[in-house]
């Protein structure tokens, strides 16, 4: 049994990306920038660099579900945030784990396309997912392509578009939705809507000029997942990550990783200086 901790411990489940830019690797600096100690579960291993993924592999359901014994029974995990994942079985496992340790807040990124336009999550796989997994979440994270399909329509191109979706999203079952409007680049500001039960938060930003944005989803998802473990609302937590993401946008440009879509700088605030 895992010994209750103060730590905020933030748990992420998803697929690696050998690129360094998303999935598992960039959950782990976004918990870690933001202040939360992260642990992780791997789904999938992906083949994957700046210009896109040229292979995947799926982790065997039974090991999924080791890991998740393994990190439950021994740490007090605050906040579970869920990515990538390839196959209805896995979801199963996933969903079934965390009814059984019922941590206390559940992010999910339903993570179907990379930003590179791979498929990265099977067909067949998006019903299980909206009926399993999605109605435990707190809150879940999907950009226009990803909520369409979850809806079975048109991907929006204007803001209001986004607003007609706003009913059928809460129909899903989870207690909230961020819906991310990063794929409207004809507009000046990149605006997300938080849809809560009873209100709709908007949430907009200057749209940063630059195409280092690869793993934006899966920081923002991660973000949003360590400030909840640290005890702050979901309102407030959700906001806070769109903060980081931004800056994390802005300052992309400052590395120089790859010769396709860059990653974010999830350590834009400093680093350690040995002494």
Request: with cysteine; glycine share 8%.
């Amino acid at each position: 049994m895992a010994i209750s901790s103060k730590t905020p411990i933030t748990l992420t489940i998803a697929g690696s990306d050998s690129g360094g830019g998303a999935g598992i690797q960039a959950d782990i600096k976004a918990i870690s920038a933001t202040g939360s100690y992260a642990c992780s579960v791997i789904t999938a291993l992906t083949a994957q660099n700046t210009q896109g993924v040229s292979g995947i592999l799926a982790v065997e359901p039974e090991f999924v579900e080791q890991q998740l014994d393994s990190v439950f029974t021994d740490l007090d995990v605050k906040a579970v945030k869920v990515g990538m994942l390839s196959d209805s079985n896995i979801i199963r496992v996933v969903a079934t784990k965390l009814r059984q340790y019922q941590p206390k807040h559940l992010v999910v990124d339903p993570v179907m396309v990379a930003t590179s336009g791979d498929l990265l999550l099977q067909q067949d796989a998006i019903s299980s997912l909206k009926s399993e997994l999605l109605p435990l979440a707190d809150v879940i994270t999907p950009n226009l392509p990803e909520a369409a399909a979850l809806l079975g329509v048109a991907i929006p191109h204007s803001e209001q578009e986004m607003a007609n979706m706003i009913d059928g999203l809460r129909e899903i079952g989870a207690k909230s939705v961020l819906l991310k409007g990063g794929h409207l680049e004809q507009d000046t500001n990149s605006t997300d809507l938080l849809i809560l039960a009873n209100d709709v938060v908007r949430m907009s930003t200057p749209r940063i000029p630059t195409s280092n944005t690869h793993g934006t989803g899966c920081t923002l998802s991660s973000a949003t997942a360590s400030f909840l473990a640290q005890g702050i609302e979901l309102t407030t937590a959700v906001q806070c990550a769109k903060s980081y993401i931004t800056k994390a946008i802005s300052h992309a440009d400052e590395l120089e990783i790859g010769s396709g879509h860059g990653p974010v700088h999830h350590f834009f605030a400093g680093h350690y200086q040995p002494e």
